[in-house]
């Protein structure tokens, strides 16, 4: 959200505070686990306006953001991808899966770096 938003001054979010607020996420059918979360608010929370962001976010998502002063579904990873955004976590049960991309062929370099994060996991 812009960081001049009223809901930027909270540490965490409850989904009442999105009530009323414009959120932009990727468009229908563009990614199973999003289209579950907006079939749930479209269901359970009528209040929030979904808007489609279109498949990818990109410079002109985040700044359409910034200037329309709406809010935008993202990872905690992106936090400081603008410089008039900020990222704050949401009081809910949805989660999404992150991974990492890679060469289909990579290198032994990428191959151990793998490795080392798949043994990380395992031990857990």
């Known amino acids: 959200m812009p960081k001049t938003h009223p809901l930027a001054k909270k540490k965490r979010l409850e989904i009442t505070d999105l009530y009323h ?6 468009s ?4 199973l686990n999003i ?3 907006r079939k749930d608010v ?7 306006i979904l808007e489609d962001a279109g498949y990818f976010y990109d410079l002109d998502t985040f700044n359409r953001c910034e200037e329309q002063g ?3 579904l993202t990872l ?7 410089p008039f955004l900020i990222t704050l976590p949401v009081s809910w049960h ?12 990579p290198s032994k370099q990428v191959k151990a770096c793998l490795k080392e ?5 395992k031990d857990r």
């Open 21 to 26: 607020e414009r959120l932009l996420c990727v």
């Open 28 to 31: 229908d059918g563009d990614c």
């Open 35 to 37: 289209d579950d979360f």
């Open 42 to 48: 479209q269901t359970l929370y009528p209040q929030i």
């Open 70 to 72: 709406c809010l935008l």
């Open 76 to 82: 905690d990873v992106w936090d400081h991808i603008h």
């Open 94 to 105: 949805y989660q999404m899966p992150y991974g990492l991309l890679y060469q289909k062929n």
């Open 117 to 121: 994060i798949e043994k990380y996991y």
